[in-house]
């Protein structure tokens, strides 16, 4: 079966997803706790949401909190919860005011009564706003998604709504996190580490990888600047052929 290609994007990615790593050795490297890595990659989460916005970047996805994650010392994950809710608290109304879109991606019943009415608060308020959709991944892993979607897909078909021979890619795209988006175009890694780590597994594709040395704390704009110039000059060819795309990209206006 021929596939469609999806409509080429154009020089600016629709959708950035970042996995947000290297705060405790940004905080080790000063001699300082952990916690203190995380609070300054809360700051440079600011600044990236502030320069997606400035360039007009429609969807951005931050790798808050894997489903691995709980697995770290109670301390730190009772800390990481506390600086997500005090975040919450200081962040959304500023969000919402920019026009910023927020909602949560994952298991989020994971999470305590406290943080999760204020995810459930923040999704309500910004539900309306339609510049960016920033899309928080929290407790999430990506086996999990597809897991899900799958199971999604069982239900269908044992309700007698759905026969198995319909379940193809696109329908089973369709009940996996951030269906309502493009697929990421630009996938950013700081913290020196060249894995997904179970993130967007289905979502990534045909996404383009960037890595960077840099820890997430020290990521600014100069640092997003790197990595768009770095997409910007790879060639996307979806599994065509190089003149393929080139015929596709005189035919068809960039959306
Ligand atoms: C990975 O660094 C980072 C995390 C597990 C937490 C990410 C949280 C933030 C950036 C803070 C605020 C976020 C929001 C959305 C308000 P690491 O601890 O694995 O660093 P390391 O690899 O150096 O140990």
Redesign the pocket.
């Known amino acids: 079966m021929s596939q469609v290609p999806p409509p080429l994007p154009g020089p600016l990615p629709r959708h950035v997803a970042i996995i947000?790593?290297?705060?405790?050795?940004?905080a080790q490297l000063r001699r300082r706790p952990?916690m203190i890595?995380?609070r300054a990659?809360?700051r440079?989460?600011n600044r990236t949401i502030d320069r997606c916005l400035e360039l007009g970047i429609p969807a951005l996805t931050?790798f808050?909190?894997?489903s691995e994650?709980w697995g770290r010392p109670a301390e730190e994950v009772e800390a990481?919860m506390k600086?997500?809710l005090h975040?919450l608290e200081r962040e959304v109304d500023e969000l919402h005011r920019r026009g910023v879109r927020v909602r949560f991606v994952g298991q989020r019943e994971r999470f305590g009564p406290a943080l999760l009415a204020r995810m459930q608060a923040a999704e309500q308020r910004t539900q309306g706003n339609a510049l960016m959709t920033l899309s928080?991944a929290a407790s999430y892993g990506g086996r999990q998604d597809i897991a899900h979607a799958a199971r999604m897909l069982a239900s269908e078909v044992a309700a007698g709504r759905l026969q198995p021979e319909q379940i193809d890619e696109t329908l089973l795209g369709r009940y996996v996190a951030l269906a309502d988006l493009p697929a990421p175009d630009l996938f950013i890694r700081t913290?020196g580490d060249t894995r997904i780590s179970n993130f967007l597994l289905w979502q990534l594709a045909y996404t383009e990888l960037w890595f960077t040395e840099v820890?997430?704390p020290d990521f600014d704009a100069a640092q997003l600047q790197r990595a768009l110039d770095a997409y910007t000059g790879r060639e996307r060819r979806f599994g065509l052929t190089s003149a393929q795309i080139a015929a596709l990209a005189t035919e068809t206006p960039t959306p």
């Open positions: 947000m790593d290297g705060n405790g050795r940004w952990r890595g995380h990659g809360a440079a989460v931050l808050a909190f894997s994650n990481l600086l997500f975040a928080i913290g820890l997430w």
